[in-house]
Structures are given as structure tokens and as C-alpha cells.
């Protein structure tokens, strides 16, 4: 059991470049979570999925896309790469058993460090 | 040691002594309210999580407290070791009962600095 799986782990992308943030989970969640966190700041929700085929925007969605195609990937797209994107990204993943996603259900990837220059 | 959340990001307390760091919430639909640890170069780690029907919660060495009048979150931390140096992160879940909508929205957070 991996769990919830980024890749790649570090990346360094020119400005304008576009690449694809990679999540995975074989926990069969059905929720899934993309967060940024900028130094010395909390996370920020980008996009949020509550199943295959169904995809919402969170707190900071612009200059990212996601798709949701099967269960266990969640991949997060950046199509023009900017300095402000410069951040670490976390991929999440949730079951919801009893249809209420709380806490101790959320599990967290060990993030993706992305550098824009 | 305590503290106010965004006004005060660096709690420093010594070793032993307790903690409690603050945080203060918006949304009052939220289902619960979850307490994260996240050290260096790492992603947030549960400790503890309230639901909004409950004042109070216990577990080990930590307490989470819920005051939905003022929308003020807490979690104590009794005993503080150096182990317990992190930042610490409020989050909440929006939506209650069948409108739980998963979604998982963190505060800004608190580092905490223990002492010798």
C-alpha cells in the first residue's frame, strides 16, 4: 500500500513552459485534493475532486487545469509556467465511508517542490 | 506560551511548560475542524480533529477546544517537548451533514519553537 504518490518530487521549469504534476492513490479514495504552499505560508486549495469525472475549483484555481479520469489519479496542469507558481505542491487523498470526510481520513503526499525562473 | 494565530506566527515556549495555539475560523457551516503538525520539508500531518457538534476533545498530550460563538479554534499541548517544534495549521472541512463537501480549507498557522 503506497498510498498517496507525487511525482516528480523537484522540478526547475522555465517561464512559459507548461508540465504535469503527477497523483496517484491506491486507497481507493474518492476525494482528492490539490494544495500549493508558499514559504512561510499555509496551503491553499487549488482544485478538489469528489470522483472520477468530477472536478471543482478551490481557493487559487487560476493558471491550472485538472482532470479526474479515473479514481486514482488527480493530475495538476500548468500550461504557462510563471514565477508565481514558484511553490510546493501537495496532492491529498480522502475515503468517505460514512459519506463525511473528516480529519483522520485525509491523507496528505509528501509534496512536489516546483521553482519557475 | 500562547497564541493569537495570524498576529502571532512564532509561539516560543519551554520545555514542559503547555501550549496553546490559536486560530480563528470564517466559515460556520463547517462540518469539522482539524489540527495539523507539518515539519521542515514535509507534508501536514493529522493530530486531532473536533466536529462542530462538541466543545472539547482530548487526546494524547493535546486538546482541541471549539468556541462556535466567537468561531475560535484551539489546540493545547500539554507538557511541550522539543518533538513538538513545527508549524502548526488550523483547517477546516466546509459543509455539515449530507453537505459535507470534503473540502478541506487550512488557516495560515502558528510556528512553534520549544526551548531547552
Known amino acids: 500500500n503506497a498510498g498517496v504518490t507525487q511525482t516528480p518530487k523537484f522540478r526547475i521549469l522555465k517561464i512559459g513552459q507548461s508540465m504535469t504534476l503527477q497523483c496517484t492513490q491506491d486507497m481507493n479514495h474518492n476525494y482528492m485534493y490539490w494544495y500549493r504552499q508558499d514559504p512561510g505560508m499555509g496551503l491553499k486549495l487549488i482544485y478538489y475532486s469528489v470522483g472520477a469525472g468530477i472536478t471543482d475549483k478551490g481557493e487559487v484555481p487560476n493558471g491550472y487545469n485538472v482532470s479526474r479520469s479515473t479514481t486514482e489519479d488527480f493530475p495538476l496542469r500548468l500550461e504557462l509556467a510563471a514565477p508565481s507558481q514558484t511553490s510546493v505542491y501537495f496532492c491529498a487523498s480522502s475515503y468517505n465511508r460514512q459519506a463525511t470526510v473528516s480529519g483522520n481520513t485525509i491523507y496528505f503526499g509528501e509534496g512536489s517542490w516546483l521553482t519557475v525562473v | 506560551g500562547e497564541s493569537v494565530g495570524l498576529h502571532l506566527p512564532t509561539l516560543s515556549v519551554q520545555e514542559g511548560d503547555n501550549s496553546i495555539i490559536n486560530c480563528a475560523y470564517s466559515?460556520?457551516?463547517?462540518?469539522?475542524f482539524i489540527w495539523y503538525k507539518q515539519e521542515s520539508g514535509k507534508g501536514p500531518q493529522f493530530i486531532i480533529d473536533i466536529r462542530s457538534n462538541m466543545d472539547k476533545r482530548q487526546g494524547q498530550r493535546v486538546t482541541v477546544l471549539l468556541n462556535k460563538t466567537v468561531k475560535h479554534l484551539s489546540l493545547q499541548i500539554a507538557a511541550t517537548q522539543p518533538g513538538d517544534s513545527a508549524v502548526y495549521f488550523c483547517a477546516e472541512i466546509v459543509g455539515r451533514g449530507s453537505g459535507n463537501t470534503g473540502k478541506l480549507i487550512f488557516g495560515q498557522g502558528t510556528t512553534l519553537q520549544v526551548k531547552p
Open positions: 466559515n460556520s457551516a463547517s462540518d469539522y
